[in-house]
């Protein structure tokens, strides 16, 4: 597996020389930013962030704001809370240095068993076993594992740390991800050219691409709502901060009615617009898919003069008006970039 590993493994950002211990803060940067999220996604938001913040305590010193703004667009937002807080008690409490046991690493905010292992392994050479998606779908493989996900997940952690040799555990661990990533895949796995098909129960029982199994996912519920996207006339959109805690906490926001099951009817809805204006429905609504919902947004969008009076419904403390052209600098999620694109499509 190393052999291959060495020849073969993926030439990505964070990654050293085979056989060098990696940076701990590109090992917990990048592997944060993987969380739930590809490859391709990740890459540029990492090189931006690392440009911006080369080492924890410039992250630590960053206002919450500005990194939540950077990493508007890269979804879950609750990681990047997190990473902020990481950093300030890696600084705080360890002197800018992180801690290299899975113990210590564990009680940072954010980083769970799998980011533990994987920087244990990959920055400090501990023989640690992180086990991500590829890694579980390569063990369920190897071993014929029949037992669903996610019941299977602690059968396949067992499992996975049988195979962690002493020595350089960290390519080991790269190793799994890329042997997952790129051979053993959800669909279609390349066994012919795998190198460790020899060893694999599943493909010398012709079931590789039936593993790992899985419950059937219920379907997403659905939830609507009215979105009021405001122009003013020097050009200004407002936005709204959301609150700290929840869904999209501390993001940007347009003013919008509750997401709920049921759409309220349009004249009640207009009474929970943030100004009084002549609102009128942009035609089409915007659809997002969250994890847990699917998300419908009918927009309504409204001229207002510069000397505009917020309405003590929209929370005017929360809000606050900024210029088109800064709004891509702005720490809207990617449904506000939709609501805003939609209402100003024809601008």
Known sequence: MLAWYDEERRDLPWRVAPGKRADPYRVWLSEIMLQQTTVKAVIPFYARFLARWPTIKALAAAPLDDVLAAWAGLGYYSRARNLHKCAIAVVEDFGGKFPSTIAELQKLPGIGPYTANAIAAIAFGES?????????????????????????????????????????????????MDLGAGICTPRRPSCLVCPVQQDCAAAAHGIAEQLPMRLERAERPQRVGFAFVALREDGCVLVRKRAEAGLLGGMLEVPSTAWGDLLPPAKEALRSAPLRADWWAVPGTVVHVFTHFRLELIVYRALVPADATLTFWAEPERCQWVARRDLHAAALPSVMRKVIGHALKEN
Do not use: C, H, I
């Open 128 to 176: 640690a076993t992180p086990v991500d998606g590829n890694v579980e779908r390569v063990v369920a493989r190897l071993f014929a594992v029949r037992q669903s996900l996610p019941a299977a997940k602690t059968e396949l952690k067992r499992l996975a740390a049988t195979l962690t040799p002493e020595r350089r555990a960290g390519d080991f661990a790269q190793a799994m």
